[in-house]
């Protein structure tokens, strides 16, 4: 992890006077925010955007099968899916609006990540938009892994290093089929527009404001840095409840 700074916790809070920052950011800024897992992220933000605290993050478990993959940190592409119903379009539209979304997926700020939600309601995640193929054409496209409300398949063919994060693992993709691209999603509790900045991991995900993201690496070090005297003498063998507070102490005086 790099070297703290000793700026205040103030200073990275919602004291500090931001400039409006509309991307894409430095790569040093995304491979800086890939260092951390997505909870520290997390808690990070509790520091740097305190008003987010209850929003912006996934809050309902997901399925990973790739839980020893790095953390992924991307913009988004959004896509709304269904699968129980099939496309109303003809055979020659369908193929026109599949090139015009692999176009969308493609381009724009890089890295990417897929963020898809499943609008078949009460049936989600029915048929699967994801499996060998489509996971080996989004890499391919530029995108590191998809969040996804809905269910994936062919876990084994997966493309190597291509991270995943859904609601279920299903056999069939029925009729699945993009609806809409490019608009506004909510996927497990976190709602997505195209080009937000995505940090995701085996936990979750979570929507890094632009304004904040260079500031987030430095608030995450003050983190680490509370949590050291507690977790020393969490697992010391001379544990006890007064060495506890005293920790707590020495805690909540680092800044």
């Not at 987010?52 to 953390?71: A, E, H, M, S």
């Not at 991270?163 to 029925?174: E, R, T």
């Amino acid at each position: 992890m790099p070297a703290a700074s000793r700026q205040s916790a103030a200073n990275l809070g919602e004291n500090a006077v931001t400039d409006t920052v509309t991307g894409p950011l430095p790569a040093s800024v995304l491979e800086a925010l890939g260092r951390y897992d997505t909870p520290t992220i997390c808690n990070a933000m509790e520091i740097v955007a305190p008003e987010r605290r209850l929003i912006g993050y996934t809050t309902k478990q997901l399925v990973c099968p790739f839980p020893d993959l790095p953390p992924i940190v991307g913009y988004a592409r959004t896509v709304a899916i269904r699968s129980v119903l099939k496309s109303s379009l003809p055979a020659e539209e369908q193929s026109k609006r599949r090139i015009e979304y692999y176009e969308y997926v493609g381009t724009g700020h890089g890295p990417r990540i897929s963020v898809i939600q499943d609008i078949d309601g009460p049936d989600v995640g029915y048929g699967a938009f994801w499996g060998e193929v489509q996971s080996n054409v989004h890499k391919a496209l530029g995108c590191l892994g998809v969040i996804t409300d809905g269910s994936i398949r062919d876990i084994p063919q997966w493309a190597p290093g291509f991270q995943a994060l859904a609601g279920s693992i299903g056999p069939s993709h029925a009729w699945v089929h993009a609806e809409s691209f490019g608009g506004e999603v909510r996927v497990a509790g976190m709602t997505v527009k195209s080009g937000d900045l995505i940090h995701a991991d085996q936990h979750g995900a979570i929507v890094i404001p632009l304004d904040v993201a260079a500031k987030l690496p430095e608030a995450a070090e003050l983190c680490g840095r509370r949590e050291t005297p507690i977790l020393e003498i969490a697992r010391s063998p001379d544990f006890s409840l007064e060495k506890l507070k005293a920790a707590l102490k020495r805690s909540a005086e680092i800044h």
